[in-house]
């Protein structure tokens, strides 16, 4: 009797709770429903399905199918909703392929067609690495309220991942707790939830190098907040992903390698291409250097590669060294200060250009040295080889040649140097660069002069220019930055 009694109170009992449950979950279909709040319900009274489970699975087994029917439409219906309102906030002009590094500034299509080559948003990162560091987890946007502005791809992209960050990873929270499930079959039942969404979602990446480093935040993200459901989702982002960006830094790299330099204006400041390519490589260095990548350091090098190639060519159309040498300078120059500025001062692109630039910069200085003291330089070259190899009776007769060279830069020096600090200054448009290749041939001059010096006989010496006279006049030359 007992035993029949106990048996209708639980019948009675699991189709009240049954009732129950299934307008619980209807709840979520409302209209405008914060899911949190029914969610939080049930979290409340999570022993009715307990209690389901232990007494008849098949009731439970419905409960967690609705729940996951209702869910995955729900989450489906609203990712697409948001993902095709938020995406009519980008930017109406996109990069196309004439957005090419090597694609020519006459390049543009008319006068009221203008490229986006012009804009800070092909080749520089301007603020849209923000979405890495203070809006990584700022609010998403809301389309209805956002109206009037745009936003580039970076930025819709990280307010539909971010979205997909905090419901994914309460969703997963969620139905490991009240459905009580753990490591696969947990898994397998965000999938059925989620799958859907993750796959729409997938579909929508950007090509960017940027996309790439979203993904590995939110990935670590998810991981703090122990949620290892999206795994899958975040590998599948990055297969998509760098695949696209190699697609296109092998464009840009393609469109250098067939520039003809015969096309291009002969100017010695810095090339657009040279800008270019510092502007997009400071970016790659800036925002991959707390998540290094072995594709991305490999295409920064062969592209990095063709750069330099091609301002070895456009230096090879001026016949003179040293207008050579300016262009190669003013170009190195330019690159280096555009990726110190944005990266760490020892990344490997910064430490190649400087020792390109060094290079460039020492033979330069001796290249402008030349033609107003080039006597006295080569008598010193040709005296310290003499001297090197014992050679006496050659010494002897480069005497006679001193005597001259000692008139001429007494005579000549001060209207030398003037002319030297005219040429450079006009030669470089960065004048940090122009005063420090100044002062570098300065000092190679002193250095010279210091050699000249100890090769004289005692009587020529003193009819030389006191080196402090010389030190003093040099001074006026040296300008503070």
Known sequence: MLRTYLKKLRIKAMSKIRAYLLEQISKFRKPMTNYQIPQNNLLKHKGHYEFLLSNERNIAEEISNEYIDTMSKIYYSYFKSYDGRVMKLQYEENTTKDDLMGIEDTATRGLFNKSLKHKATVFTIGNRGDVLAQQLEAPIIVPHAETKNRYPFEALFRSIQYALVDNA????????????????????????????????????????????????????????????????????????????????????????????????????????????????????????????????????????????????????????????????????????????????????????????????????????????????????????????????????????????????????????????????????????????????????LVQYYHRFHKLLTPSFRSQLVNIHLIMVEMKKYKTSF
């Open 169 to 444: 990873c309460r969703e997963y929270l969620f139905v490991t707790e009240y459905f009580m499930v753990k490591g696969q079959p947990a898994l397998d039942l965000f999938n059925k939830i989620l799958g859907r969404t993750l796959s729409l979602l997938q579909k929508k990446c950007g090509n960017l190098c940027i996309h790439f480093h979203l993904v590995q935040r939110y990935k670590i993200m998810c991981h703090k907040r122990c949620v290892p459901a999206l795994d899958g989702y975040w590998e599948n982002l990055e297969k998509n992903l760098l695949p696209r960006f190699e697609y296109i830094v092998h464009l840009n790299i393609n469109s250098i390698r067939e520039c003809d330099v015969t096309k291009f204006n002969l100017e010695l400041g810095p090339h657009y291409i040279a800008r270019r390519y510092a502007e997009f490589s400071a970016a790659l260095v800036s925002i991959s250097e707390n998540f290094p990548n072995e594709l991305v350091n490999k295409l920064l090098a062969e592209l990095q590669e063709e750069v330099e190639m091609f301002i070895f060519r456009m230096a090879g159309a001026f016949s003179e060294r040293k207008d050579q040498l300016i262009f190669l300078i003013n170009n190195y120059d330019m690159i280096l200060s555009i990726i110190m500025e944005r990266t760490r001062d020892n990344s490997k692109e910064a430490e190649t250009f400087k020792s390109r630039l060094a290079a460039k910069s020492g033979e330069y200085a001796e290249q402008i040295l030349f033609p107003h003291f080039g006597e006295m330089i080569q008598y010193v070259k040709e005296c310290e080889y003499y001297f090197e190899h014992a050679k006496i009776k050659e010494l002897k007769e480069m005497e006679p040649k001193s005597i001259d060279i000692v008139r001429n830069f007494s005579t000549n020096w001060k209207k030398s140097l003037e002319d030297l600090n005219r040429e450079v200054l006009l030669s470089f448009p960065n004048l940090v660069t122009g005063s420090s290749l100044l002062q570098l041939a300065l000092t190679q």
